[in-house]
């Protein structure tokens, strides 16, 4: 069975442009998370959706950060103006939630964004 | 600020050995528990997830749970060099919010 897939997997740009990041769950999962991972903060949750619905982006960290999930087979994050400390990996995780406990997440393989 | 925390390391052990991974959560609601295991430049995978408290047992792995100290710890049995890697602690802190700790890296030395 594919896994949760991700693209693009490595994205270098200037500050300023904008970034479009993609997210493909595993089929069947209801719901999905987009975390980002560097050194200093390690691996921060920025959104999650349950049934395509954004349920809790506290960790977004400001408007120039945006999600959506227009069905359940695909999400987007986008950063809009990039900037130099946006650079870091970025991962897109799904899961199967159908109420009582809460199933493990299941990780894509990453978008490492660098921003010029 | 709900949290996870983990010593960073590294933690280091001889093959053959039992490594010991500790984790505590500040969230006494959390309800369940992961452990991931991430290699350098790859992605966390997932290893084992426990809900009850006391151990639950894959392999040479073994998952401690204890709700009341609000303490989660991984057990590795015989331990290999393909061990190494940073181990990542989470627990669940209201709906299906997910927080991870910063990892414990893990040295297993042939």
């Known amino acids: 069975d594919a896994g949760v897939i991700q693209s693009p997997r490595h994205e270098v740009t200037e500050m300023g442009q904008e970034v479009t990041l993609r997210c493909k769950p595993i089929s069947g999962h209801n719901s999905l998370f987009w975390y980002r991972q560097t050194m200093m903060r390690g691996l921060e949750l920025l959104i999650y959706f349950n049934n395509n619905v954004p349920i809790d982006d506290s960790g977004m960290p400001e408007d120039r950060f945006s999600a959506k999930m227009p069905n359940a087979s695909f999400s987007t994050l986008k950063i809009q103006p990039s900037e130099p400390r946006d650079s870091a990996v970025y991962f897109c995780?799904?899961?199967?939630?159908?109420?009582?406990?809460?199933?493990?997440?299941?990780f894509g393989d990453g978008t490492r964004l660098s921003i010029l | 600020q709900k949290e996870v925390e983990q010593n960073s390391g590294p933690l280091s052990v001889p093959e053959g050995a039992i490594a010991s991974l500790n984790c505590t959560y500040s969230d006494r609601g959390s309800q369940s528990f992961f452990w991931y295991r991430q290699y350098s430049g790859k992605s966390p995978e997932l290893i084992m997830f426990?809900?009850?408290?006391g151990d639950k047992e894959d392999g040479r792995f073994t998952a401690q749970l204890n709700k009341a100290s609000q303490y989660v710890s991984l057990l590795i049995r015989d331990s290999q060099p393909s061990d190494s890697a940073t181990y990542l602690c989470?627990?669940?802190?209201?709906?299906?919010?997910?927080?991870f700790g910063a990892g414990t890296r893990l040295f297993v030395k042939a």
């Open positions: 995780a799904s899961s199967s939630q159908r109420g009582g406990r809460v199933q493990p997440q299941h």
């Open positions: 426990i809900y009850s408290n």
């Open positions: 989470a627990a669940t802190t209201g709906g299906f919010k997910t927080i």
